[in-house]
């Protein structure tokens, strides 16, 4: 892999740098000039003493977060550059039919995707780099899509706690360089990655994780034609198709991450994450999967398969997001279907398969496109595309397929 020097962070995030150098403490509102931070990006860590640093991941919540209920050590936090709320959540989110959104959606640009009770609804990454939140109803449920650009994971949740519905927000600080969210209705924080709630009245409590996917919008256009699509906001536009992490993909070192990365894999290497208790979880590099998908396996006595498309473009490449580096994407389904067991082998393009039981021609969105088995969809594992160094930060004993 190309190894490239440091990623020259745009918008949000250099702005908050740049203050942040300048020695100004920014305080926790819905304001962050937009227009201070240029192109400089981040340099490294924050050099920040034990005392300083505490205090400043403290601002804008003194007051409402109980610092007191936690379980993890505030000196785990890092400062990320804006401020509370200075990376907007969408909170009344507006959506679009797929055909108006192929107006402004690349065939190869990574859409996440949520199924519930059949509702399906698409968010552009090229919207989530910018705002990382979306707090959202599907099929009259409340549910949280969350992306965190910096170790590349997309998590969603159900937002409910105990039959109380929350609101979530960014905090302005990560863990292991991952999004550290706040809920609105408690003050508490939650790590995106794992759903947790680390700080606050909250601390303990878990959301349930949804499942979630990254197609390619292609494949999403033709599998999902009914899907609701994630509108450009219109309220705090961004320059939306462009991205603010411009070179971050391939870089040596995640950024505002303390400690050295786990070894076994490039820390920036992207990875497929099958969860498991325990903090556990496996592992599927993508250059494994790029040479050998579909692979069948058995995970805690489950068959599966996982399927990969080479084509999907990455969010953190190039400025257009439609012209970064071709990434791909990996999926994950339970391979019994009927209560009998599929293997899959490759077919002749890319991102389709075959399974050797019927001939059946089969999507990475899980879908048979033709054949015996054409409409009938493989039920998937909940798993998440992202960076080695941030699964393995949180799921310490994570086994890799190698």
């Not at 910018?130 to 949280?144: K, R």
């Not at 349930?208 to 919008?217: A, C, D, F, K, N």
């Not at 990875?271 to 979880?281: F, H, W």
Request: net charge positive.
């Amino acid at each position: 892999m190309l190894r490239r020097g440091p990623p020259r962070l745009l918008g949000l995030v250099a702005v908050g740098a740049t203050l942040i150098a300048a020695g100004a403490l920014l305080q926790g509102d819905d304001r962050v000039s937009e227009q201070a931070g240029g192109a400089q990006g981040f340099r490294g860590p924050l050099q920040l003493e034990h005392d300083e640093l505490i205090g400043f991941v403290k601002q804008g919540f003194r007051g409402r977060t109980d610092f007191a209920r936690r379980n993890v050590a505030l000196a785990e936090f890092v400062p990320a550059g804006p401020p509370r709320n200075g990376i907007p959540s969408i909170d009344d989110p507006k959506f679009l039919s797929v055909r108006r959104a192929d107006q402004f959606l690349d065939d190869t640009e990574p859409v996440a995707v949520v199924v519930l009770r059949h509702e399906i609804h698409a968010y552009p990454l090229q919207i989530m780099v910018w705002h990382e939140i979306v707090n959202d109803e599907i099929a009259g449920e409340p549910v949280a899509l969350t992306y965190c650009p910096l170790c590349n994971s997309t998590v969603a949740f159900r937002r409910e706690v105990g039959g109380r519905k929350l609101s979530f927000a960014t905090t302005g600080v990560i863990r292991n360089s991952d999004l550290v969210m706040y809920d609105r209705e408690t003050f508490s924080w939650w790590q995106q990655l794992t759903g947790e709630a680390v700080v606050g009245e909250l601390t303990g409590e878990r959301l349930s994780l949804l499942g979630s996917q990254i197609l390619p919008w292609r494949v999403l256009r033709r599998a999902h034609p009914d899907a609701r699509v994630l509108a450009r906001p219109t309220d705090r536009p961004r320059p939306y198709g462009e991205t603010p992490y411009v070179g971050y993909e391939g870089s040596d070192r995640p950024y505002l991450f303390r400690g050295e990365p786990a070894s076994g894999l490039l820390p920036l290497e992207r990875v497929a994450a099958l969860p498991l208790k325990g903090r556990s979880a496996v592992v599927y590099p993508f250059r494994r999967l790029r040479r050998q998908a579909p692979l069948n396996d058995v995970v805690a006595g489950e068959p599966i398969v996982v399927f990969f498309d080479p084509a999907v473009r990455s969010a953190l490449d190039r400025l257009g997001i439609a012209d970064g580096a071709k990434v791909g994407a990996a999926a994950v389904f339970s391979a019994k279907l009927g209560g009998e067991r599929l293997t899959f082998s490759t077919a002749r393009r890319p991102g389709r398969f075959r399974d050797n039981e019927t001939g059946s021609l089969w999507d990475v969105s899980g879908r048979a496109a033709a054949g015996p088995l054409a409409g009938r969809r493989l039920r998937p594992r909940r798993h998440d595309d992202q960076f080695w160094f941030a699964l393995a930060a949180f799921y310490p004993n994570a086994k890799i397929r190698r």
